[in-house]
Each structure stands twice: as C-alpha cells, then as structure tokens.
C-alpha cells in the first residue's frame, strides 16, 4: 500500500512539473505576440543559437556566419563590404517603407522606419536577400545581387561588380550580427522558392539561385 501511495504521488508531481512547464511556455509565447524582441534579445537568442549548433558542427569551426557558409570568407567580406545602404521608399498608403525579411513582415505596419536604423518601429530587422554569380575561374570578376523586400511594393535589387582584386582588399571585412542590414543569402535559405506571395510581389529571384549546402 505505501509503495501504491508513494507512486501515486509521483504521478501527481509529475502531472504538475508537466503543467508548469506548459504554463511557462504559453507565457513565453504570448509575451513574444503581445511585444516583439528587442535588439538585445535578438542578439541574445543568436548566441544561444550558436552555441546550440557548435556541437553538431565539430570539428568544423564552431560558428561561422551564413554569409561565410553560402560564399566562403573572402567573398563574404565583399558582399558585407558592398552592400547598399538601406532607405525608405514609399509604399502604396504613401508611407515610408523600409526592405524587411519576407518571412516574418508581411505588412507595413512592420516595415515602418523607427527610432534605431538597424530596426523597423516593429522591432523587426533591416534585411537585404543575397545571390552571388562567382566568375573568378573564367577569369571574370563577382556580381552580387542584393534583393530588397518591401510589403506592398515587392523587390528591388541592387546590383554590384567586382574584381578578382576587389575580392582580395575587402575579404577581411569584419562580420558582425550588428552590420546593417542583416545579409540573408538565397543559396542557402531553406525552402526559399516555395513561399506564397501575391502576384504583385513575385520574386524574381524564384528557381533562378543555385543551393549551396554548407558543412
């Protein structure tokens, strides 16, 4: 009869640690929903996420930036070094907009300028989409495309040459998660020619970036 009544008790103390636990993040949840993360709990969450994947990315370096994943470290630090500089441009209420990431701003409410440059009024980041043509082995030089989203308008792009020298002189350019705007490289973003957008807001770039899978 004790030992009956003692694992009684643990399945009671087990089904409350389950609703804690549950309660915690339902939490955690709506208080995402009713405010966005700030800078600092973006940056944040990047280190953590770093240092959930270094594990399974041994002996390989820990860490190593997307850009540097999709184009190696030379060609990273020409696109970082290259990109535009981001500015509003107005949108079909007449607001100002600014380029967004597509998967997590839709609308633009989200894309409004605020008070930091990195950040919209929405706390959402400042993004620019890449895609890299590397002409090096004929000789040629780099063209990377920098696509810019904006809800409502759709894409931009700007586009860059370089040289084979150009590639050298700005290799070591620093890689920092704080650059802005935030560079997400097409060839490596998952899923990225299946998404749904409105017809007005197509993506040029759809089935025209080869992959490049990193590891």
């Known amino acids: 009869m004790r030992a009956r009544s003692e694992n009684g008790a643990a399945t009671v103390e087990h089904v409350g640690l389950v609703i804690l636990i549950a309660l915690l993040i339902m939490a955690a949840i709506a208080a995402v929903v009713a405010a966005p993360p700030t800078d600092e709990a973006r940056h944040l969450g990047s280190q953590l996420d770093r240092r959930i994947r270094c594990p399974a990315r041994l002996p390989d370096p820990c860490w190593r930036d997307p850009l540097t994943e999709a184009y190696g470290r030379?060609?990273?630090?020409?696109?970082?070094?290259?990109?535009?500089?981001?500015?509003p441009v107005a949108g079909a209420s007449g607001a100002p907009l600014l380029p967004v990431d597509f998967r997590y701003c839709r609308s633009e409410s989200c894309a409004a300028p605020g008070d930091?440059?990195?950040?919209?009024?929405?706390?959402?980041?400042v993004t620019a989409?890449?895609?890299?043509?590397?002409?090096?082995?004929?000789?040629?030089?780099v063209q990377v495309t920098y696509w810019l989203y904006r809800p409502g308008i759709g894409w931009d792009r700007a586009v860059r040459t370089a040289s084979p020298g150009d590639v050298g002189r700005y290799a070591s350019t620093p890689l920092l998660d704080s650059a802005n705007p935030v560079l997400v490289p097409l060839e490596t973003l998952y899923g990225r020619d299946h998404y749904d957008f409105p017809p007005g807001e197509e993506p040029p770039w759809r089935w025209r970036v080869q992959s490049v899978y990193p590891g």
């Open 129 to 141: 989409f890449t895609s890299v043509a590397d002409h090096r082995r004929s000789g040629a030089g």
């Open 74 to 87: 030379p060609v990273a630090g020409l696109v970082r070094a290259m990109a535009p500089q981001p500015r």
């Open 116 to 125: 930091r440059t990195r950040l919209t009024a929405s706390n959402r980041r």
